[in-house]
């Protein structure tokens, strides 16, 4: 999507696959497990284990049993399972299967937002236990327990596994991210075991309340805090400060500044003069010269000289895929140069700087044939995520305004798996076609608060008239919309 000052290629905006792969996101799980003759920290008391209900307790939280579980057989295709009172995930030699177990996740009570998720299993065997069982989502939703090897639904997003230390293990507990819940609706797991001539049997809801539960935790709405912001788009005959003045005036004051160098960044206080507001602030260099050291010296610098007394939320080369896909540098280049300049950053000891790494949110589509991974520089390097999210340009032509679930549901999750703070970079949507203003406007406002209730730190709208489209926001509507979200970010 747009990017710096007559730096930008209009193919960012319509990348077309060069080749196809699922890009899937897995969900961040945390696990425990209970020895049957151990009472330890982190293990399931018998009374909560057995307790299946769907109405919120006073605690905060409800315990969901299975709405469906079974398993399926490799060499039993056309054979089902779902009236059996186990659920097995076996790896034999002349055995193999796997468990499904699906939940129905009622409502969120008014007022709460789902903030834990726990899978609970209870094993019905405790000895010949395997070392390791794998959750997986499922693709699917719609099998049934009638359901055979043949017919069974194909595996989802990997969402972690267990490590069993000891035989004898009695209880399984998998923490599920939040976000993977739909409330109300339906989630399914898959659980196999990778460990050859190992099984592992589970009680299924048919042997009672020991059967599969999910645990789900509630908490109190948090309040909105996304802040709203914006990049700065030129008109004629005016300088990049003129159109600050006037944008921040237009929305009833900006709450901070999207910031784009075609190179190395200026000395501080650079480009723009923004006052004490929070920036985005992104820079190139190519990447095989940053770990040459070439632009060390100036990088130190820059470092050195930002701003203490507000956040500044660094971009090294935003949106590289297209670069990468090109030959500029590799991914592994990029991934490397990263890491160079974050420790020239850490050096600076300034808690106001933010290695933040800026991806496309179109790389996250199956469409892309990319994998957000080649690009992440490793844990420990960035201090937050920022995304690039367009309504794209070929949807707006027919009229049409994704929905915001799709464009950003990915991107969530990808965030929290990595267990960083994340914010939209660019967001925009030029005027679909037949509408006046009013459609986008709404649009706009679905997406703010989707967002916010997602946990955004930012969102930015790119107020730049483009080759491939007008994204300014000029009309009532939109004027209106993006100075209502200021006003209450």
């Known amino acids: 999507m747009p990017k710096e000052d007559d730096d930008r290629r209009e193919s960012r905006h319509v990348g077309m696959p060069r080749r196809v792969a699922r890009v899937i996101a897995p ?7 209970v020895p ?8 399931v008391p018998p009374a909560q284990r057995h307790t299946s209900t769907t109405t919120a307790a006073a605690g905060g939280s409800v315990t969901v049993p299975a709405s469906a579980d079974t398993y399926v057989v490799q060499e039993q295709p056309a054979t089902a399972y779902g009236s059996a009172t186990k659920i097995t995930a076996a790896n034999w030699a002349s ?3 796997e468990a499904l177990v699906r939940f129905a996740v009622p409502a969120t009570p008014k007022g709460k937002t789902i903030t834990s998720a726990r899978l609970q299993l209870d094993f019905a065997k405790l000895d010949q236990q395997p070392g390791e069982i794998r ?4 693709a699917d939703d719609s099998w049934s327990e009638a359901t055979t090897y043949s017919g069974r639904p194909a595996l989802g997003a990997a969402a972690g596994k267990a490590q069993i230390s000891s035989q004898g293990t009695e209880t399984i507990s998998v923490n599920v991210a939040p976000e993977s819940l739909r409330s109300p609706g339906t989630v399914s797991f898959a659980l196999t075991d990778p460990t050859s001539g190992s099984a592992a049997s589970f009680h299924s809801r048919e042997h009672g309340a020991d059967g599969p539960r999910l645990v789900i935790g509630y908490g109190d709405t948090a309040a909105a805090t996304s802040l709203c912001g914006a990049s700065i788009g030129k008109e004629a005959n005016e300088t990049q400060q003129q159109a600050f003045d006037r944008m921040n005036k237009l929305f009833g004051g900006l709450d901070m500044v999207r910031i784009f160098y075609t190179g190395l960044p200026e000395a501080w206080p650079g480009k723009l003069n923004v006052g004490t507001r ?15 050291g070439t632009y060390d010296a100036r990088m130190r610098a820059w470092f050195a000289g930002a701003p203490r007394d507000r956040d500044v939320y660094w971009v090294y080369y935003h ?8 030959g500029e540098f590799s991914a592994s280049e990029y991934r490397a140069a990263w890491k160079h300049l974050s420790a020239l950053a850490k050096a600076a000891d300034n808690p106001r700087l933010h290695a933040t790494m800026v991806l496309m949110q179109w790389s996250l589509t199956d469409a892309s044939g990319r994998d957000w991974r080649d690009y992440y520089p490793g844990d420990g390097v960035l201090d937050a995520l920022g995304w690039d999210v367009y309504n794209h340009p070929s949807a707006a032509s027919k009229g049409v305004y994704t929905d915001p679930a799709k464009l950003l549901a990915d991107m969530v999750r990808v965030s929290r ?3 960083l703070p994340f914010g939209v970079a660019e967001m925009g949507s030029a005027i679909a076609a037949g509408d006046d203003g009013t459609r986008r406007a709404a649009w706009i406002r679905a997406m703010n608060t989707y967002l916010k209730d997602s946990g955004s730190l ?15 926001l000029t009309d009532p509507a939109g004027i209106g919309a993006w100075k209502d979200f200021c006003a209450e970010s």
């Open 27 to 33: 969900i961040v799980i945390a696990l425990s497990v």
């Open 36 to 43: 049957a003759t151990t009472a330890q920290a982190g293990a």
């Open 95 to 97: 055995w193999h299967s």
């Open 135 to 138: 959750l997986n989502t499922v």
């Open 278 to 292: 929070p920036v985005v602030v992104s820079f190139k260099g190519n990447a095989k010269d940053h770990l040459k």
């Open 319 to 326: 949106e590289p895929e297209d670069n990468i896909r090109d």
């Open 417 to 419: 798996s990595v267990n």
């Open 458 to 472: 930012w969102n930015l709208w790119f107020n730049v008239n483009w080759p491939s489209g007008d994204y300014r």
